[in-house]
């Protein structure tokens, strides 16, 4: 047995860039030079063993290219991710390791093979890494996989297209852990899912994590779901993390002022009928960011320090935010 | 007099293996000035409700029985031409997906202009002006210069302003708003909501608002509709359907909501998933999932009856 690790997966000053320039030779012909879209910059965060990390944010925030370099889709342009203290390029190079990370889709329906039945999806990695070997063990396994996301083994001899979201959704699941995983990035797992559904496959997540000791980083714009499923949070805006903690503290008590914007604007059952006065503007492009801060443009705290400087992360209890109005005590 | 009745609305499709009920006489109406929610999940058929009324059945839909009347006048048995002129006169739609409500190749201005002369004479000049004031109510900065862009120079947000404004410059009685945020971020969302309240209100506009967002209805509707498997389930005041739902379906559907202000070790869920339209169970169409459910509901299919300050369908209010 090896140690138990502290954190399983942590990423240290991770930055990616997108090289989104035109063809070369319209470049050339127009004196331009390379452009790079900065889908995440520095960011670092830390995932207990057993626990729940969520990322939100509105679209073009970055949270699914780190759900991408969190299992090595993608490489880091600077920074490292680590998983179980590793570098993740010489984890995934191990079989061992490699099989212990993967990841849960967004679409239910563009993430299964067709043309396969949910028995063979489901053995599939189980045959890759040799977790067994003979057809009825493999069988067999499969069988205790589909049980544990609520399906059957007869339903094993169905195709994809024969079953509803949530189902489907569970077929993802119970695939994502035939490999025995300890790790496991979901990507926006219940956005394509109705409210109804969404809340069997959210209970099913959280009943295998207290069953199978899972560790989650989880990805979602919806911040009441990330409410429920987080221990630990991260706010994401224009592929910076501006506020992190534990999640209960930041809900309780929010201090960027993004987070602030978040959770007001997010239209509530409690408050029928509510008349607001919305934030104006919308996420600037992540090609030309806006300097210093990039959420000064929409907000009302900005000061000619957040329009030139970029603000660094400092604490505040046991909460990490990024904002000058916070740092300088401007921000009540 | 309600400004829109829909009268037993009954939408079938035609299939080889039969015709499928797609919507099963669906009654509501709509008051001049009032918000009306629809929800539910999705196949529950809160979209076709829209698109029959508006009469974009697409083929082979076909409404079989029942009547839409706006007005006191019927509108689902008009011919082409006429319906078209109701259309984008006496009602406005916005959907979803504002890139595919806009023409690409023509300007916002031409776009906005061109829908006011349809349904009103006016001279050139007095279109445009008027189109500049529209874009400046929703709020396009510097509209004049603007007006004359084409949608793929404006960002999600805005051209969901554009396709609010292009609905309601002919200042229609009935807007139909089918999932008019979804695909916007939730700060954008909330700017869309309060332009679209501001104005309904201000032009004493009615709005039917379909949407699976409980939470976007909870701020913006006067009275909601619940849709279930082409049905309506149940349909009363805003804060009676969230706070003391009569249907268990209702009930189920709340309780689902993960909610912000507090964290819960477990979500009620609704077992089980929507039925499909050729395998409807008998009865109650929800008594396979419902905790609720006994003998007659299997049996005997309930219609809307009274329950507390709401109508549901339900054999628990008999």
């Known amino acids: ?332 | 007099m309600p400004l829109l009745e829909v009268d037993n609305l009954t939408v079938e499709f035609a299939t080889r293996r039969g015709s499928l009920r797609a919507l099963d006489r669906v009654s509501f109406s709509i008051e001049k000035g009032e918000i009306l929610g629809v929800v539910g999940e999705s196949g529950a058929g809160k979209s076709l409700t829209g698109a029959a009324i508006v009469g974009l059945l697409e083929s082979p839909g076909r409404i079989a029985s029942g009547q839409i009347r706006l007005d006191g006048g019927r509108i689902d048995n008009l011919p082409p031409e006429p319906l078209r002129r109701i259309r984008g006169r006496r009602i406005g739609t916005i959907f979803q997906d504002p890139l595919t409500t806009l023409n690409p190749l023509y300007t916002i201005g031409r776009q906005l202009i061109e829908t006011m002369q349809t349904h009103a004479r006016m001279s050139d000049s007095d279109a445009r002006r008027k189109a500049v004031g529209w874009l400046e109510r929703v709020g396009i900065p510097a509209a004049a210069q603007r007006i004359d862009a084409y949608p793929h120079e404006f960002s999600g947000g805005q051209r969901q302003r554009v396709v609010i404004a292009l609905a309601l410059c002919a200042e229609p009685a009935l807007v139909i708003a089918d999932e008019p945020t979804t695909a916007l971020d939730v700060s954008v969302q909330a700017q869309i909501i309060t332009l679209l309240k501001d104005l309904t209100r201000d032009h004493g506009t009615s709005v039917m608002l379909v949407t699976h967002d409980m939470g976007v209805i909870a701020e913006t509707a006067d009275r909601v509709a619940v849709m279930y498997a082409g049905r309506i389930a149940e349909i009363g005041p805003v804060a009676e359907i969230i706070r003391n739902p009569a249907h268990p379906y209702t009930d189920g559907l709340m309780a689902s909501i993960p909610s912000l202000e507090h964290r819960v070790d477990r979500l009620r869920q609704i077992d089980g998933a929507v039925p499909r339209l050729d395998a409807m169970p008998d009865g109650c169409r929800f008594h396979p999932r419902c905790p609720s459910a006994f003998a007659r509901c299997t049996a005997q299919q309930p219609e809307l009856m009274a329950a507390g300050a709401t109508r549901a369908a339900c054999w628990l209010h008999a």
């Open chain 1, 1 to 332: 047995m090896s140690q138990p690790h502290r954190h399983t997966m942590e990423a240290v000053a991770v930055s990616h860039r997108f090289d989104v320039s035109r063809p070369w030779l319209q470049r050339l012909f127009n004196g331009e030079p390379k452009r790079f879209l900065r889908a995440v910059d520095d960011v670092s965060f830390a995932i207990p063993t057993g626990t729940t990390f969520a990322l939100v944010g509105e679209s073009g925030c970055g949270k699914s290219t780190i759900a991408r370099l969190a299992v090595g889709l993608y490489e880091p342009s600077d920074g490292d991710i680590l998983f179980e203290d590793q570098p993740l390029s010489s984890a995934r190079a191990q079989p061992a390791l490699r099989r212990r990370m993967n990841m849960i889709f967004q679409d239910p329906y563009a993430s299964l093979n067709p043309r396969w039945r949910v028995s063979d999806i489901v053995a599939e990695p189980i045959r890759a890494f040799r977790l067994a070997t003979r057809p009825n063990e493999v069988q067999a396994r499969v069988g205790s996989l589909l049980a544990q996301v609520g399906l059957t083994l007869r339903d094993g001899e169905k195709y994809p297209h024969e079953f509803s979201g949530g189902q489907r959704q569970r077929i993802s699941i119970a695939r994502a852990l035939a490999s025995e995983p300890d790790f496991l990035v979901c990507d926006e797992p219940t956005s394509a899912l109705d409210v109804s559904v969404q809340a069997q496959i959210l209970n099913l997540m959280r009943d295998l994590q207290q069953r199978l000791g899972l560790t989650y980083l989880f990805i979602s714009h919806n911040l009441a779901v990330v409410r429920h499923m987080a221990d630990r949070l991260g706010v994401m805006y224009l592929g910076r993390i501006v506020e992190q903690g534990p999640a209960e503290t930041i809900f309780r008590t929010p201090r960027h002022p993004y987070t602030r914007l978040l959770l007001d604007a997010i239209p509530d059952l409690e408050q029928i009928g509510r008349s607001r006065t919305p934030v104006g503007g919308e996420i600037p492009s992540p090609i030309a960011p806006p300097p210093g801060c990039a959420f000064h443009p929409r907000c009302k705290l900005a000061n000619d320090r957040c329009r030139t400087e970029k603000p660094a992360h400092i604490a505040v209890g046991d909460v990490q935010v990024a904002c000058h109005a916070v740092a300088e005590g401007r921000d009540s």
